[in-house]
């Protein structure tokens, strides 16, 4: 291309160049109609007399990309912000007749999918998550899976059933808290249902024994306390035991079930605990062993008791003769006659009542030498008379072979 006398001003060339911002450059004609759209090339430099001398940087524009700064030794350099440079004046210089402008296009950003963090307002503080206080019963609900009613007395309701995580068969009581007889207070003021803090004493390992069913859980749900207890399998109560075998049972085997029982409310003596409720309803007999096992239920009117404490009130079934003659009672003795109720229940036919004379019930004929001696020392109408729990583990008729 000729070089431009920069004095006169020349008549414009066949073509002129016009840049629209945004937009890639295209070449117009004389007569104004726009021609397709060639490949950009580099143009030489047009000789300026007061033309500065080049830096060691030139600008080399790429097209459809942002022009980035080159160095002599072609190595890229990081982009910086773009801003507009002062014109370089020229005396040669010809007005222009367009408008130079750069290319302003920056590619945009996609929109973000991600979900905005929420901020935590000045005024309230930090976000908190809110935590979920279970039910009792819900919790007792997904842990327990009830069952078939098993019995009900007086006090509530108890329901057979099984740990949901290892199916382990339970007992399920129901008791209502305004028939609940006794609150137990500890050293601390804590107040727990009477039944459920002596379940939880006999339940320690140190002190468990082998006649006392274990409790698994108890919840205090609304105007019930629910306790969950072990429950032998395959098991009945001591009176339907007597039935399935004919109405009474060997002697033989009814010694093995009293020496149990003794030796079991030996142990409930030895924690200061009275049952206050033996009676052939609350004893479960294991089925599952050549020999008849022993399990002791229904702690629903025991108590924690000191030695020489006497009681004026009576909750249970069979009431001890001295409570009509003195007025009172005590846990030993009364422990003691409620035993040998329980074997006049397994060798005898007739039912026990307590109007019951000693004398009608001494002239049975219905155990050995020994055996009625032992009911006899069991029943003795005054308790200062009647053996205690260790006089009886030790009758000959519990010793003999």
């Known amino acids: 291309m000729d070089y431009i006398p920069c004095e006169n001003v020349l008549l414009s060339s066949s073509e002129d160049k016009i840049t629209f911002p945004g937009r890639t450059k295209r070449k117009r004609t004389e007569d104004g109609e726009s021609q397709p759209s060639k490949k950009r090339k580099s143009l030489d430099p047009i000789p300026c007399d007061n033309e500065l001398p080049s830096t060691t940087e030139d600008k080399i524009t790429f097209p459809g990309r942002s022009k980035r700064k080159c160095t002599e ?3 890229s350099q990081p982009r910086k912000k773009r801003r507009s440079l002062d014109p370089i004046p020229c005396d040669n210089e010809l007005p222009s007749t367009t408008e130079d402008t750069e ?24 976000v908190r998550k809110r935590k979920r206080i279970l039910n009792p019963l819900d919790i007792f609900k997904a842990k327990y899976q009830q069952q ?6 007086g006090y509530g309701s108890v329901y057979a059933g099984y740990r949901r995580a290892d199916n382990l068969p339970v007992a399920i009581k129901y008791i209502k808290k305004e028939l609940a007889p006794f609150i137990h207070k500890d050293r601390d003021g804590n107040q727990t249902p009477m039944e459920v803090a002596i379940l939880q004493k006999l339940a320690d390992e140190s002190e468990r024994h082998a006649a006392i069913i274990a ?10 306390l629910i306790i969950v207890l072990e429950r032998p399998v395959p098991a009945e109560d001591l009176r339907n035991y007597i ?19 003794v030796n079991a409310a030996l142990h409930l003596e030895k924690k200061h605990i009275f049952h206050g409720d ?15 096992r022993v399990r002791v239920i229904d702690f629903g009117v025991s108590c924690f008791y000191t030695v020489g404490e006497a009681f004026k009130e009576f909750y249970a079934t069979h009431v001890p003769p001295e409570l009509f003659s003195r007025g009172e ?28 004379s000693f004398e009608e019930l001494s002239r049975t004929r219905w155990l050995s030498k ?12 005054d308790p200062d008379l009647r053996f205690n729990l260790n006089q009886l583990k030790n009758h000959p008729w519990l010793t003999e072979c």
């Open 243 to 261: 039935q399935t075998k004919g109405g009474y049972l060997q002697e033989k085997e009814t010694k093995s079930i009293i020496k149990q029982l």
């Open 329 to 356: 009672y005590h846990a030993g003795p009364s422990t003691v006659f409620q035993i040998g109720v329980v074997l006049f229940l397994m060798r005898h036919e007739v039912k026990y009542t307590p109007d019951m």
């Open 278 to 292: 033996i009676k052939v309803e609350n004893l479960l007999i294991e089925t599952c062993v050549e020999s008849p």
């Open 103 to 126: 290319s302003t296009n920056t590619p945009k950003t996609a929109p973000s999918t991600r979900r905005p963090k929420r901020k935590a307002v000045a005024d309230d503080g930090p």
């Open 215 to 224: 409790i698994q859980d108890w919840y205090d749900v609304d105007l019930e």
């Open 73 to 75: 030794d072609v190595e």
């Open 148 to 153: 078939q009613l098993l019995g009900q007395g």
């Open 370 to 381: 020994y055996g009625k001696d032992f009911f006899q020392v069991c029943m003795c109408p």
